[in-house]
Structures are given as structure tokens and as C-alpha cells.
């Protein structure tokens, strides 16, 4: 991702789709936006990827370190309009590169206990849940559970051969 994207993902980000699944689910103004981008892309340990079909953006993800040797938590979305499928592929080349070119040994996935397109993207890439946050996350509804899945390297390896066109 770079500076030039920035308008393209937040609109993503801000859209109603994308929005109230978020652990935040508000409006994100476009110079909060950029100073998120500028701090998230000095880290050194930090990725973000603008992900592409056919040279036209269609979602965003992101890995950051949450401990040490390898363990990294990832986030993502799609655009509103993107086509189906999409967002397997950014899912399925989003952990491709922290597994095989990153040599990530775990990756972590933390979703609202609602979400249930998310519940059903992690699992169908192998994800396995760990555990549930008893209301963990607070926002204007109140408390809510938030689900923690996570893949491992070999995990991730096994799902490939047993899933190749998947």
C-alpha cells in the first residue's frame, strides 16, 4: 500500500459494509486515515497490502507483530463492489507471503463473535479457533464476545494440499 491508495481504502474502510463489522465501527476522517498510514507504514514489522486483480484494487490487509518469533495478527476487507471470490484470493495471498516469503511461524485472526462471513472466511482457510473472549470489545451496544482463530505455518501447508484450487 502506498500513499496514493489512501483514499481508495478509506473509502473502503468507511463504507457501511465494511464499517459495522469493524472493532471500530466509526467514520474514519481522512486525516486520521493518514496519520494511521504514516505511523503504521514507518514500523518496520508492519505490511500493508493493497491487494489487486487485473491491475484494479479490490481489498486491503494487513499483518503487524504481536510477539516475538513469528506470531503476527492479521486484519483485512474487501471492497463494497469487489467481485466474489475476491476475497479468498486476497485472504489465500495474504498468507502465502507471511508464510512463505515472511517466514511467519503463526498468524492470529480476531473477530466479532456476529461476524459470521468472517467466522466462515477463517475457517475456510484453515483457521482454527482458539478461543472466545468473553465480552471483550465495547462499543455503543454494549459487550461483545470477540473470536480468536489462528494458523499455523504447517497448518497453512496442509490446508494448501488438501484444498490447492480452493
Do not use: C
Not at 502506498?2 to 481522512?30: C, K, P, Y
Amino acid at each position: 500500500m502506498r500513499e496514493n491508495d489512501l483514499s481508495t481504502v478509506l473509502g473502503w474502510r468507511n463504507h457501511e459494509s465494511v464499517r459495522l463489522r469493524m472493532f471500530n465501527r466509526q467514520v474514519i476522517s481522512a486525516d486520521e486515515h493518514k496519520t494511521w498510514f504514516e505511523r503504521a507504514s514507518q514500523a518496520a514489522d508492519r505490511r500493508l497490502f493493497l491487494f489487486e486483480l487485473s491491475d484494479v484494487p479490490v481489498g486491503f490487509a494487513h499483518l503487524h507483530p504481536v510477539a516475538p518469533d513469528g506470531i503476527a495478527e492479521w486484519g483485512f476487507y474487501r471492497a463494497p463492489d469487489a467481485p466474489a471470490g475476491s476475497g479468498r484470493l486476497l485472504g489465500r495471498a495474504t498468507l502465502d507471503h507471511a508464510f512463505a516469503q515472511l517466514g511467519l511461524h503463526k498468524i492470529v485472526g480476531k473477530v466479532l463473535a456476529e461476524n459470521t462471513a468472517s467466522i466462515r472466511f477463517h475457517h475456510g482457510l484453515g483457521f482454527r479457533l482458539e478461543g472466545t473472549l468473553r465480552e471483550q470489545h465495547r462499543d455503543d451496544d454494549g459487550y461483545r464476545d470477540v473470536l480468536v482463530f489462528g494458523l499455523l505455518a504447517s497448518e497453512w501447508q496442509q490446508h494448501l494440499r488438501e484444498t490447492p484450487d480452493a
